[in-house]
């Protein structure tokens, strides 16, 4: 199986900062990598698809990057909206495994 | 629009089975994969199956779980047998979407939460 490494798991910011997630593969994966945000009780919502194509309706504050074994979602400057969860996840090949989470938290 | 509805959850001891249903509109269903995702209390998200091409389970439900659909009803099920206390967790249904290059969720129900206790 491939294990998702995620992180930070919990990081603390303000309203206009610029944040980076990471994830990291336990194998090469190509681009295969959505990114999703979850706030609480309510479902996940997908970001990112294909590593780096940002979802329709998405803010373009929203970013992905990385392709290989290395990702990374960037947040340009948070707004209030986006303190959250967010996760990571692969489908390069089933159990389509998700990273452990990193919990976005206002500073 | 999409919607995914899913439903069938409530308190059940361990043992017991449970079937879980998600009921599609917006879409015809035959067209696309389907996931089934959990999260326990406090937990993140765990990969439980996936309906696409053929069926794949998590090591941790395989051969207790058995992911279905009924096309003509719009509906996917996840039954669930011989339920665990660690079976306790709030199940999405959500939708997959392939394309020449990509391969994604895009679409996911509200949950339905599963109590495992005696």
């Known amino acids: 199986d491939i294990q998702m490494t995620q992180s930070p798991s919990s990081l603390s910011a303000s309203v206009g900062d610029r944040v980076n997630i990471t994830c990291r593969a336990s194998q090469r994966i190509g681009n295969f990598v959505s990114w999703y945000y979850q706030k609480p009780g309510r479902a996940p919502k997908l970001l990112i698809y294909g590593a780096s194509n940002l979802q329709s309706g998405v803010p373009s504050r929203f970013s992905g990057s990385g392709s290989g074994a290395d990702f990374t979602l960037t947040i340009s400057s948070l707004q209030p909206e986006d303190f959250a969860a967010y996760y990571c996840?692969?489908?390069?090949?089933?159990?389509?495994?998700f990273g452990q989470g990193t919990k976005l938290e206002i500073k | 629009q999409v919607q995914l509805v899913a439903s069938g959850g409530g308190v059940v001891q361990p043992g017991r089975s449970l079937r879980l249903s998600c009921a599609a509109s917006?879409?015809?269903?035959?067209?696309?994969?389907m996931h089934w995702v959990r999260q326990a209390p406090g937990k993140g998200l765990e990969w439980v199956a996936l309906?696409?091409?053929?069926?794949y389970y998590a090591d941790s439900v395989k051969g207790r779980f058995t992911i279905a659909r009924d096309n003509s009803k719009n509906t996917l099920y996840l039954q669930m047998n011989s339920l665990r206390a660690e079976d306790t967790a709030v199940y999405y249904c959500a939708r997959a979407t392939y394309t020449t290059s990509f391969i994604f969720v895009d679409y996911w129900g509200e949950g339905t939460l599963v109590t495992v206790s005696s």
């Open positions: 996840q692969q489908f390069y090949s089933t159990p389509n495994t």
């Open positions: 917006g879409f015809t269903l035959s067209s696309y994969g």
């Open positions: 309906d696409g091409h053929d069926r």
